[in-house]
């Protein structure tokens, strides 16, 4: 290329649409891409064409890593977003449309009570809780304007086990579908949409990274629930967009896209939650290792409950795999691959000086970092009371089986003896 010194700085050495033969996902950190014509970028705008147009909306790293979560989760189509908690709100906004309604379960992270119970409030959205092994709550709750069922497959941070197709079975007689959240799940231990759920979403921070660093969420659309077979319900699918010149997105895209490409052209395009493509990146190189470590923290997570189940100084423990836990039977249906390393135990003695005890217990941890994140290769303690779910009321959180007394661990890869032996020391200091 020739040309001044002003022009050379700016373009010499690079040619749009370049290819290169990187043997691993590449990092497109870039704002906007070029057209080849302006008749490709109105093509591209009036989604007559599937194409990037600006990172916005998605990157190539992106769609690699949109595909291959979709693929881990038996889906038809996925999208990536800033966070997890982005996820939720995209998915739910694009079901419930206006003044739609939802119920969810009680058992849900505290972040996610937030975002239901105040900010979707906020926009016309009416939400009810129900508790999650209670089948006639969650039929009773369903209305006539209820446009999603929500609920973790493994709540955070009791841990309890969602009947995954009981609810599933629930939410389609009623004509809706069914959001399962299994960032604590993961696909490596359970599909949700194997057992009935219409969509699933991760925060993609957790364990699909594993390594703490880099924020991300995801949906994934199973491809299972037909907007169609009852159009009315459903006009954010079935009635024409003026925005993309009257173009229905269930006649354009169908069943399994269709609900992407709305969450993509409408709520992160006006809304803006987009996953950067180094975040992408950094996700993308943590699921290549995610059945190796979720395997070895699910061991580890279950030795350590079991050798504090025995532990004086502890009243309860939260795990699902522990054979008198109220979901154990649930845990060997829907996790016989092995249980998530994400549950809680209750310190014993009463709740009135309980923050002072666990403020020390965290103290003389060695090896557990207090830390308001889970599913990180390095383990992780947090009080739910105080920090995740410190908005919710005293009845929510016993609602959520949460006290004052839970401790939350989230076990890493770290040698099991080593977390045990931190623990005990630590608890034999309170």
Request: without cysteine; proline residues 5%; glycine residues 8%.
């Amino acid at each position: 290329m020739t040309g001044g010194f002003a022009t050379l700085q700016v373009q010499a050495g690079f040619t749009a649409g370049q290819s290169f033969t990187s043997a691993v996902p590449a990092i497109h950190q870039t704002a906007a891409y070029e057209f080849s014509s302006l008749q490709e970028a109105a093509d591209l705008f009036a989604l007559r064409k599937p194409g990037i147009i600006y990172s916005r909306n998605a990157s190539p790293t992106q769609l690699i890593l949109e595909e291959r979560v979709a693929a881990l989760e038996g889906g038809t189509s996925a999208v990536a977003v800033a966070s997890g908690q982005a996820a939720v709100a995209v998915t739910l906004l694009a079901l419930a449309g206006r003044g739609g309604h939802i119920v969810a379960a009680d058992q849900l992270y505290g972040g996610t009570v937030d975002l239901l119970q105040d900010t979707l409030d906020d926009f016309g959205i009416a939400v009810t809780f129900v508790d999650q092994d209670d089948p006639d709550a969650w039929r009773a709750a369903i209305r006539p304007d209820t446009r999603a069922v929500f609920a973790e497959i493994v709540a955070n941070p009791v841990a309890q086990v969602l009947d995954t197709r009981l609810v599933a079975d629930i939410a389609h007689a009623a004509g809706v579908p069914l959001v399962v959240d299994s960032t604590v799940g993961t696909p490596a231990l359970v599909r949700p949409g194997d057992h009935g759920a219409d969509f699933v979403v991760h925060s993609a921070t957790k364990f699909l990274a594993g390594h703490g660093s880099s924020l991300g969420g995801m949906v994934v659309d199973q491809g299972t629930f037909d907007f169609g077979a009852e159009p009315e319900r459903w006009p954010q699918f079935t009635q024409p967009h003026t925005r993309f010149g009257d173009l229905v997105l269930w006649e354009r895209f169908g069943q399994g896209r269709a609900f992407a490409v709305l969450v993509k052209s409408k709520y992160v395009h006006d809304l803006g939650p987009s996953l950067s493509p180094f975040n992408a990146w950094q996700i993308l190189q943590g699921i290549e290792t995610l059945d190796l470590r979720v395997a070895r923290q699910s061991a580890s997570g279950l030795t350590i409950a079991q050798h504090l189940a025995q532990h004086p100084s502890v009243a309860k423990v939260n795990h699902p795999g522990l054979a008198g836990n109220p979901w154990h039977a649930l845990a060997e249906r829907y996790l016989p691959n092995g249980v998530p390393s994400v549950y809680s135990f209750e310190i014993a003695g009463d709740e009135q000086d309980a923050f002072a005890r666990i403020s020390r217990l965290v103290e003389e941890l060695k090896y557990f970092r207090l830390v308001a994140n889970l599913g990180d290769a390095r383990s992780l303690i947090s009080h739910p009371a105080s920090m995740t779910h410190s908005h919710l009321t005293a009845e929510q959180r016993a609602a959520a089986g949460i006290s004052l007394n839970t401790v939350r661990l989230s076990i890493g890869i770290e040698d099991p003896a080593d977390l045990i032996a931190d623990l005990d020391r630590a608890l034999a200091l309170i």
